[in-house]
């Protein structure tokens, strides 16, 4: 069975700060994304990583996907009350297709 | 419409009641997803389907949980006789094939009593 543990599960920080949350694996992944998620709403896509040690950009936010394709980090910095939510990474199966999610991280950014 | 629509939003049920929950995908999308998500955690993975095959239901808790999508777009997902441990949001999540990104509804929220 393929799990996915976040790291970690709650993270309470103030208005510009920084922060890394992590996904790992024992198993391989031939994707990885990042999602976030809103209450009352569904996840939400912030990213897609497919190669070994690849790095993406999105504005504050910092995406890694491990050389072996097993872990990932998301790093943001200079933290916002609206980036307040429930992030969440999923890898996809190299056999089925499905996506498996991580526990999540709850983020809270208090101005 | 534009995104993945899920119906009803909010369902209360009585221990031991059915249920039928509702998803249209996004038009031309062939894959459907179905996930379970309890407060502050990640989806859990329950069913996939390619066009109306159902190709994987290893997540289903129960044989109490049946999911069907003959004409391969809206999809149902049934819950006999309901318990409380089913009380969770259910998600529902369509793609248009196997690597473009996964679109989700907002959710049915199923709460048993």
């Known amino acids: 069975t393929q799990l996915l543990e976040q790291s970690p599960q709650f993270l309470s920080i103030q208005e510009g700060e920084n922060l890394t949350v992590y996904c790992n694996s024992s198993?391989?992944?031939?994707?990885l994304q990042w999602y976030r998620q809103e209450p009352g709403e569904g996840p939400v896509l912030l990213v897609t990583?497919?190669?070994?040690?690849e790095v993406k950009k999105l504005k504050r936010l910092t995406f890694q996907f491990g050389d072996a394709r097993k872990d990932s980090s998301l790093h943001i910095t200079a933290a916002q009350p609206g980036d307040t939510g429930l992030y969440l990474c999923?890898?996809?199966?190299?056999?089925?297709?499905?996506?498996?999610f991580g526990q999540g991280t709850t983020l809270q950014v208090k101005p | 419409g534009a995104g993945v629509s899920q119906s009803p939003r909010y369902k209360v049920a009585k221990r031991g009641q059915d249920v039928a929950l509702r998803c249209d995908p996004i038009?031309?999308?062939?894959?459907l997803f179905w996930y379970q998500q309890a407060l502050g955690q990640g989806p859990e993975f329950l069913t996939y389907?390619?066009?109306?095959?159902?190709?994987?239901k290893s997540g289903l808790p129960s044989d109490r949980f049946f999911a069907e999508r003959p004409e391969g777009s809206v999809s149902t997902l049934k819950i006999q006789r309901t318990q409380q441990e089913d009380s969770a949001v259910y998600l529902c999540?369509?793609?248009?094939?196997?690597?473009?990104?996964?679109?989700f509804g907002n959710g049915t929220r199923l709460t048993v009593t």
């Open positions: 999540a369509s793609r248009f094939q196997d690597n473009s990104p996964l679109h």
């Open positions: 198993s391989v992944f031939s994707s």
């Open positions: 990583v497919v190669t070994g040690g």
């Open positions: 999923a890898g996809r199966s190299s056999n089925t297709g499905k996506l498996i």
């Open positions: 038009s031309g999308h062939v894959s």
């Open positions: 389907f390619q066009n109306e095959a159902q190709l994987d």
